[in-house]
């Protein structure tokens, strides 16, 4: 069984060794309040988690539309096209992460790693948005 010290040794260790993580993601301070509740548990962390997603993802849809509302038709269908890939590879590498025998760490994984790829991804199509 693991202790809260272990528990919150283990979050600060994903938080260092995970890859998107290492990112800016640009995650909002809502996200930053509910993790660092004193009583945090697997349950709460998620459900802190599929907040922020929710948000990062309204974020991803916005910025998608407004950089579509600037491309040619072309351009348009190679975007939509690279989305559509996008998607099917977060999808796929976070659902690695979700190792069925990695006990609690190994859903909050999965669930960071959507989080921040979304985050991620939303900061990448503002910048292109940015650049047009």
């Known amino acids: 069984m693991m202790t809260k010290t272990h528990f919150a040794f283990s979050v600060l260790l994903l938080a260092f060794t995970h890859p998107t993580l290492s990112g800016e993601a640009q995650l909002s301070q809502q996200y930053s309040t509910c993790m660092n509740q004193p009583d945090s548990t697997t349950v709460s962390m998620i459900d802190c988690m599929a907040a922020e997603t929710k948000q990062q993802d309204a974020r991803l849809n916005k910025a998608y539309k ?9 351009r348009k269908k190679d975007l939509r096209t690279a989305q559509r890939l996008w998607i099917k590879y ?3 590498n976070c659902s690695f992460y979700y190792d069925p025998n990695g006990g609690s760490m190994a859903r909050i994984s999965a669930n960071d790693c959507i989080m921040n790829s979304t985050a991620e991804r939303a900061k990448e199509l503002e910048l292109f948005f940015n650049e047009y």
């Not at 407004?66 to 072309?74: D, I, V």
């Open 66 to 74: 407004e950089l579509m509302g600037t491309l040619s038709a072309e």
């Open 90 to 92: 977060r999808d796929a």
